[in-house]
């Protein structure tokens, strides 16, 4: 039996998957025939690296997703809403399976969505919306499952590690490294949803959800709130990067979800990574994720984050998945046995930072600067000049204390913060 695609959106991943679906032999290698049988974009007469002739043109997404002709419905438009999410609705209230790359739509709308698929007979995968290339979600959902997940961490956004890459190993600005980004087609053309956080932010909400079996309030996925702390990386300089350097670390954007108690505690922001940890290793477009899970210990997963290539495979290997009729909820368990995730501030945790100090005016006073810190609770385990800076690393603190201890630097004039650092060592 022929399992028939409708693809909506043709743009270099839709391209991309057209590409794999077709080429010859790849049906028969995992024993179904899968055919591409419609599609639909924006436009229709435009110059594409893969013919469209051979299937039937939809103008709408939504006749597509609903069309006869359509077993499985793959939305590669993007964006929590709008025909994305009304084409993905119809689909699956339609009885039909969806795979989608939407990491968007998945954070805002999972629960709802998974609760159509499940309620009307259909499948909804989304490997491609986290990490790429790397099979982070089909392990969480199948491989995990019997297992008790404590933390899930890692490099989410292939778009700021290759600029962090550049700006680490080739010495460019931010600026200029978020151009080449977009010039080798890592970053859109407005890149503020990777380089603020939020990309990362809403693939780590969905980590969590299939790792401790709940729902997280895609309210939380913004900049504005200090439940979910999310930071980018717009604000990372040279000067970052060297001081890294210096006290051996690189910097990478990290997201972390834990569990803390009956809730789970969830941040986003640029790190300092030791140059042993796996995450340091991470060059270019690369994602890792770890996972700490009882009895395992610490899994490893690594590959291919961002580009046409790495998306299109991880959406090919849901379509096959599908053709092979497997089965299962679309979380970890049944959407009717999660619960709403409680995420709590995270300012409890100890943990190690480092800060890039600067004098208001004048020269810094380290004595009087190390004094005050100490003052507040947060001694320093490492202090050095750097041209105009100052740069400390901290003894293990919370985040309450290092707020205070950063307020007490600015309110005596002594320093002003120009960033700081959660630690990750090995």
């Given at each position: 039996?022929t399992?028939?695609?409708?693809?909506?959106?043709?743009?270099?991943?839709?391209?991309?998957?057209?590409?794999?679906?077709t080429e010859?032999?790849?049906?028969?290698?995992?024993?179904?025939?899968?055919?591409?049988?419609?599609?639909?974009?924006?436009?229709?007469?435009?110059?594409?690296?893969?013919?469209?002739?051979a299937?039937?043109?939809?103008?709408?997404?939504?006749?597509?997703?609903?069309?006869?002709?359509?077993?499985?419905?793959?939305?590669?438009?993007?964006g929590?809403?709008g025909?994305?999410?009304?084409?993905?609705?119809?689909?699956?209230?339609?009885?039909?399976?969806?795979?989608?790359?939407?990491?968007?739509?998945?954070?805002a709308?999972?629960?709802?969505?998974a609760?159509?698929?499940?309620?009307?007979?259909?499948?909804?995968?989304?490997?491609?919306?986290?990490?790429?290339?790397?099979?982070?979600?089909?392990?969480?959902?199948?491989?995990?499952?019997?297992?008790?997940?404590?933390?899930?961490s890692?490099?989410?956004?292939?778009?700021c590690?290759f600029?962090?890459?550049?700006?680490?190993?080739?010495?460019?600005?931010?600026d200029d490294?978020?151009?080449?980004?977009q010039?080798?087609?890592?970053?859109?053309?407005?890149?503020?949803?990777?380089?603020?956080?939020?990309?990362?932010?809403?693939?780590?909400?969905?980590?969590?959800?299939l790792?401790?079996?709940?729902?997280v309030n895609?309210?939380?996925?913004?900049?504005?709130?200090?439940?979910?702390?999310?930071?980018?990386?717009?604000q990372?300089?040279?000067d970052?990067?060297?001081?890294?350097?210096?006290?051996?670390?690189?910097i990478k954007?990290v997201?972390?979800?834990k569990r803390?108690?009956?809730?789970?505690?969830?941040?986003v922001?640029?790190?300092f990574?030791?140059?042993?940890?796996?995450?340091s290793?991470?060059?270019?477009?690369?994602?890792?994720?770890?996972?700490?899970?009882?009895p395992?210990?610490?899994?490893?997963?690594?590959?291919?984050?961002?580009?046409?290539g790495?998306?299109?495979?991880?959406?090919?290997?849901d379509?096959?998945s599908l053709?092979?009729?497997d089965?299962?909820?679309?979380f970890?368990?049944?959407?009717?046995r999660?619960?709403?995730?409680?995420?709590?501030?995270?300012g409890?945790?100890?943990?190690?930072?480092?800060?890039?100090?600067?004098?208001e005016e004048?020269?810094?006073?380290?004595?009087?600067?190390?004094?005050?810190?100490?003052e507040?609770?947060?001694?320093?385990?490492r202090?050095?000049?750097?041209?105009?800076?100052?740069?400390?690393t901290?003894?293990?603190?919370?985040?309450?204390?290092?707020?205070?201890?950063?307020?007490?630097?600015?309110t005596?004039?002594?320093?002003?913060?120009?960033?700081?650092?959660?630690?990750?060592?090995?």
């Amino acid at each position: 039996m022929t399992l028939r695609i409708g693809i909506a959106g043709l743009g270099t991943v839709g391209g991309g998957l057209l590409s794999l679906l077709t080429e010859d032999g790849r049906a028969r290698m995992i024993g179904s025939d899968i055919a591409v049988t419609g599609v639909s974009a924006r436009t229709r007469n435009k110059a594409r690296a893969v013919s469209i002739d051979a299937y039937d043109w939809y103008d709408d997404p939504v006749a597509l997703a609903e069309a006869p002709g359509t077993d499985v419905f793959v939305e590669l438009m993007g964006g929590a809403e709008g025909p994305a999410r009304e084409a993905v609705t119809a689909a699956l209230k339609a009885g039909k399976s969806v795979a989608t790359a939407n990491k968007a739509l998945i954070a805002a709308h999972g629960e709802e969505l998974a609760r159509l698929a499940e309620e009307n007979g259909g499948a909804l995968k989304f490997e491609a919306a986290v990490a790429g290339g790397t099979p982070i979600v089909r392990a969480l959902r199948d491989n995990l499952a019997p297992c008790r997940v404590e933390a899930v961490s890692g490099i989410l956004n292939g778009t700021c590690n290759f600029v962090l890459d550049q700006m680490a190993n080739h010495g460019v600005a931010y600026d200029d490294a978020v151009v080449q980004a977009q010039e080798a087609g890592f970053a859109e053309a407005d890149p503020s949803l990777d380089v603020d956080g939020i990309d990362a932010a809403q693939k780590l909400a969905i980590l969590a959800m299939l790792a401790f079996d709940g729902t997280v309030n895609p309210e939380l996925i913004t900049e504005q709130n200090n439940i979910f702390a999310v930071h980018g990386i717009s604000q990372i300089t040279l000067d970052d990067i060297r001081f890294a350097r210096r006290f051996g670390f690189v910097i990478k954007l990290v997201g972390e979800a834990k569990r803390a108690g009956d809730d789970i505690t969830m941040a986003v922001s640029p790190t300092f990574v030791a140059t042993g940890h796996a995450f340091s290793k991470m060059e270019g477009a690369g994602n890792a994720v770890a996972v700490i899970a009882d009895p395992l210990g610490e899994l490893l997963f690594t590959g291919p984050g961002a580009g046409a290539g790495a998306t299109a495979s991880a959406v090919a290997s849901d379509i096959v998945s599908l053709a092979r009729k497997d089965g299962g909820p679309v979380f970890t368990a049944p959407i009717d046995r999660l619960r709403p995730l409680p995420v709590r501030e995270g300012g409890e945790e100890l943990r190690l930072y480092a800060l890039r100090l600067r004098a208001e005016e004048g020269e810094l006073d380290e004595e009087a600067v190390t004094a005050a810190l100490a003052e507040a609770g947060c001694f320093t385990s490492r202090c050095e000049h750097i041209g105009d800076d100052l740069m400390i690393t901290t003894s293990p603190i919370d985040q309450k204390t290092l707020s205070s201890a950063r307020t007490l630097l600015f309110t005596r004039g002594l320093a002003r913060t120009e960033n700081t650092f959660p630690i990750l060592t090995l």
